[in-house]
């Protein structure tokens, strides 16, 4: 994909928006762009800066995503509401051609390192209530404030705000940030301009500012799958690719697979409340270390088929007439609403599967259940909202049942 229209190929050292972000090291990628750690000169911070591919289409999606961060870190001057925050942008060339760049601030790891850290075991119920609480404080000002959908919510794009190992954290690791090209990775393009020159002995006084201020931050790294006290479990939601305004919704089919709800397969128009479904399968992920519906396309029936099986055999059979009130309803159910290619469904509601396989205490199933089960209701008009998520009973559990 390194090639004309592809990704910009990035070397440790490069130069960004005249010298002002200097690239450190690659902290991600998509398939829409890769994500570099770069130290800012200007603020003496590290920051995430996503290049988008160059060719019109990856354009065209940047400037929208853009548009979206922009109308988010607008609306939140104070940085509260756990939503990633857009720093700057602006257009940088390359042999592939224009790239769209994008200066986020920088996140640590996001939660489906967390989980697989964990060894996929679940996390404490106490931890999975602070992630969530953050996820739909985000949720809920993005919904009701801003009026968008993120449509692509899952472990991936929800961050951790510090990283899981201390030593890969640029501010907790002690090491300068790097300024110009090491050694041996030469530089192709023309000979470094005078501009470039004085560019590079200022990011190296702030450089010098910063070891000055920075504060030390100690503490040990945690050992995977014990405790995990040390990780502070504020995170922010991320990637607004796929985001849209909730009143033109523009992609028919919205989501990753496992996170997706059943309108969005049935084709019966959708509202935010496709992220509370996506929310609920994250929750349940963070308690149980497992994904919680994972369709499979088998023998004379569709992924999508298996899909809304899963679904039903967790919550229940979908009402009549939600099941045959979709563009799609003809292709997975009869008239009668029953699939017509899937006939035996083997039904275990969750507070039961929570018990029996994920060895829950009746007490921490029955309650989590009771929180879950109401988002993923198959009407979405009935879905509680971010808001009305915030205000229930077991968000504000603070110890275990027998504690109390
Ligand atoms: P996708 O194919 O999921 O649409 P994308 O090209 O839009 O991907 P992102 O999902 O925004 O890119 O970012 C890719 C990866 O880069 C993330 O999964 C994450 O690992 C890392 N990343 C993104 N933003 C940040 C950030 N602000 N801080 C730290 N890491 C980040
Ligand atoms: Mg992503
Ligand atoms: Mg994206």
Not at 115 to 140: A, F, P, T
Not at 275 to 287: K, M, N, R, T, V
Request: proline share 5%.
């Amino acid at each position: 994909s390194y090639r004309k229209g592809g990704y910009h190929a990035v070397r440790i050292g490069d130069p960004f928006a005249g010298g002002r972000y200097i690239a450190q090291k690659k902290l991600g990628w998509g398939q829409f762009s890769t994500v570099w750690l770069a130290f800012d000169t200007q603020s003496s911070k590290y920051v995430a800066l996503k290049i988008q591919k160059s060719a019109a289409q990856f354009a065209q999606a940047a400037i929208h995503e853009i548009e979206v961060l922009s109308a988010i870190s607008d609306g939140d001057p104070s940085d509260s509401r756990c939503v990633v925050r857009l720093i700057d942008n602006f257009k940088h060339a390359g042999p592939n051609g224009q790239h769209l760049c994008m200066v986020l601030e920088f996140l640590g790891d996001s939660l489906l390192r967390l989980i697989k850290y964990n060894h996929y075991k679940g996390l404490e119920l106490c931890k999975v209530r602070e992630i969530c609480r953050c996820i739909l404080m985000g949720l809920d000002y993005l919904h009701r404030e801003l009026g968008i959908i993120h449509s692509d919510l899952k472990p991936e794009n929800i961050l951790l705000a510090t990283t899981i190992d201390p030593a890969k954290d640029p501010l907790r690791s002690g090491a300068p940030p790097i300024l110009e090209r090491p050694e041996g990775n030469t530089y192709t393009g023309v000979t470094m301009s005078i501009i470039e020159k004085k560019l590079k002995r200022r990011a190296r006084r702030a450089a010098a500012k910063i070891s000055e201020t920075r504060s030390p931050m100690g503490g040990t790294i945690p050992k995977p799958g014990k405790s995990m006290e040390g990780i502070n479990v504020q995170c922010k939601i991320v990637d607004f690719g796929n985001a849209c305004w909730a009143d033109k919704p523009f992609a028919e089919e919205i989501q990753t697979r496992q996170y997706r709800a059943p309108e969005v397969i049935l084709q019966s128009g959708y509202t935010s409340s496709v992220d509370i479904w996506s929310f609920a399968c994250i929750a349940f992920e963070l308690a149980t270390g497992d994904m919680m519906l994972t369709p499979k396309e088998g023998q004379g029936f569709s992924e999508d088929e298996d899909h809304l099986a899963l679904m039903m055999e967790l919550l229940g059979k979908i009402p009549r007439k939600i099941a045959t009130g979709g563009a799609r309803s003809k292709d997975f159910f009869d008239k009668y609403g029953d699939l017509k290619r899937i006939r035996r469904l083997k039904f275990r509601p969750l507070d039961q599967l929570l018990v029996d396989k994920y060895k829950f205490t009746e007490d921490d199933a029955r309650r989590f259940a009771e929180f879950l089960v109401p988002l993923l209701d198959f009407a979405p008009e009935k879905r509680p909202t971010a808001q009305q998520c915030l205000q229930h009973p077991w968000l504000a559990m603070e110890k275990s049942p027998a504690q109390i």
